[in-house]
């Protein structure tokens, strides 16, 4: 019996170089693919009626939204997928590298493997998918490497901090930081001073906050 997969990517050629690599699978399973190449064509997908389970979803962290549905990025697919098809395996792919990226899908989603897309190749991606066959997790160099690199800087950078440092980079204002994160202004400037700290700033600006989180990949 074939495996039911989904793949949501804007880039066509790359679900038919998937859907072929896919096809050499160690374990002999016959792929019966279904393609969307944005969230729009995937959400009527997943949530039509006469739609049979999938198996595996492979999605895109970056894909042309539809904000009739309020639909921004693969992330948001994959929360439409663990509603529709909950027993669905979900890997997720993408060309960002930046660590809080990561590490918020990891935390968020939890899905099965986690692939950057500069880190692999064919090889790579049959060894993932058998992977998750085996119902274990796979995650490629960079997702790990990133993983391992937040979880021993927890303490500075948590959530809150997470969020404070990527709108920072999105250039709001610290004024502007309480109506974002529900946090007072002295929380927020509280946690600022953890930041500076761990970036070894203590007199530093916003600016060098951002500076300093871009040299070491975060954002």
């Known amino acids: 019996m074939a495996m039911r997969i989904l793949m949501v990517d804007d880039h066509p050629t790359q679900l038919d170089g998937y859907k072929i690599i ?16 944005n969230c729009k064509t995937a959400f009527e997908i997943i949530t039509d009626s006469d739609t049979l389970a999938f198996d595996m979803v492979f999605l895109d962290l970056n894909l042309p939204g539809y904000p009739e549905e309020l639909l921004k990025s693969g992330e948001d697919l994959a929360y439409l997928v663990k509603k ?8 997720m792919l993408t060309s ?22 500069s880190d692999f190749g064919g090889e790579e991606l049959l060894m993932a998918f058998d992977t998750v066959i085996k119902n274990e997790t796979y995650y ?3 997702v790990t490497a990133s993983i391992q690199e937040l979880l021993s800087r927890e303490e500075y950078l948590d959530t809150y901090n997470r969020q404070i440092i990527t709108l920072l980079a999105q250039g709001v204002m610290t004024k502007n930081l309480p109506e974002h994160l529900n946090l007072s202004m002295s929380a927020v400037e509280k946690r600022k001073s953890q930041i500076k700290d761990y970036f070894c700033i203590e007199k530093g600006s916003d ?7 871009r040299k070491l990949g975060f954002i």
């Open 22 to 37: 896919l096809a050499y699978n160690n374990q002999g399973i016959e792929i019966d693919a279904t393609m969307a190449y």
């Open 84 to 91: 529709y098809f909950p027993d669905a395996k979900i890997i």
């Open 96 to 117: 960002h590298s930046e660590s809080f990226v990561l590490y918020n899908i990891v935390k968020k989603i939890k899905p099965n493997a986690f692939l950057v897309k």
């Open 140 to 142: 490629s160099e960079t």
């Open 207 to 213: 600016e060098d906050i951002v500076r300093e989180a």
